[in-house]
């Protein structure tokens, strides 16, 4: 039997076991998803015990996503370049990272019938959620606004992707097809880090946040009359595309969802 998991600290409240192992059991695949708590002094006797116990693959997440990279035999480069790796598969022995992050965005778009080549595409915070979140849009080919509390953190970021960088102060100067929350703010909190006068200027407003699923942000979107993308979509797609790495197999994409949707009630009550 095949044994696949996550890698994070803390990791409990990962909605990956619940997803993985639903797709699993659907297909028929004798195969495991566990959850790995690792704390980062032991990130390098995990990677070789994955080594040893010849694990499947790893869905790697906070803090681990970049220190990960030193510890495998080849990086893809498109990990590279968002600087971060989300997924690590074991070809026979040899580790190979890469990044689904930005493919979970980008289904979540297309998902939503957005068309967004050539249109303005406007992100809020430049943390390194925001990376993956650039990349795919760059790769739809829209352009990019970023705005963040410190403005450095946005210049870096649009001088990475192609990008124009303004401090978050200046947010209400924004408009474009689609507005990305981006930032830590109203995760487990309502709070919202725009002002709601934004979504005037929005056809489409998406967070990446997902505990709560409804989060302040796209509640007041959608009060303004926005569409709105919850952050599940995007956790779910990239799920669901580690989940072809893993088993070579096309993902019950709906089915983990759902199974996703009642791992996160199930947390929220333990809360
Ligand atoms: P992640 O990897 O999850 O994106 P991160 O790299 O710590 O996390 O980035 C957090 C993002 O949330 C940053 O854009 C941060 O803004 P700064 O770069 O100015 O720190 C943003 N953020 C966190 N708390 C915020 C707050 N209270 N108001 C506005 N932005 C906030």
């Known amino acids: 039997m095949k044994v696949f998991g996550v890698i994070g600290y803390p990791v409990s409240h990962s909605l990956s076991p619940a997803m993985h192992n639903a797709a699993l059991r659907a297909l ?10 690792v704390p980062p002094e032991d990130l390098p006797t995990a990677i070789s015990g994955v080594r040893a116990l010849g694990i499947g693959g790893l869905s790697v997440t906070v803090p681990h996503k970049e220190t990960v990279m030193a510890y495998l035999d080849e990086v893809d480069p498109v990990a590279a370049r968002i600087g971060a790796v989300n997924t ?31 249109k303005k595409a406007v992100v809020v915070g430049a943390g390194g959620a925001a990376r993956a979140v650039i990349y795919a849009l760059r790769e739809l080919g829209a352009e990019v606004e970023i705005y963040n509390r410190t ?25 474009g097809e689609i507005l990305i929350q981006t930032t830590s703010v109203g995760l487990r ?22 505990v ?18 919850d952050g599940l979509r995007m956790l ?7 989940f072809k790495l893993f088993t070579g197999k096309e993902p019950p994409t709906d089915l983990m969802y759902q199974a996703a949707l009642e791992g996160l009630r199930h947390g929220e009550e333990k809360d």
């Open 28 to 37: 028929g695949i004798s195969a495991v998803y566990g959850a790995f708590e």
């Open 88 to 118: 690590v598969v074991n070809r026979g022995g040899r580790l190979f990272g890469t990044n689904t992050d930005w493919l979970g965005v980008k289904r979540s778009l297309e998902e939503a019938g957005l068309e967004l080549s050539g």
């Open 151 to 175: 403005v450095e953190k946005a210049e870096r970021l649009a001088r990475d992707f192609g990008g124009r960088a303004y401090p978050l102060a200046e947010i209400l100067r924004a408009s």
């Open 189 to 210: 909190s309502w709070e919202n880090p725009v002002p709601p006068e934004i979504f005037r200027n929005f056809r489409t407003a998406m967070d990446i946040v997902y």
């Open 212 to 229: 709560p699923l409804r989060t302040r942000f796209l509640s007041e979107a959608e009060a303004a009359g926005c569409q709105t993308i």
């Open 236 to 242: 779910v797609h990239q799920g669901a595309e580690q």
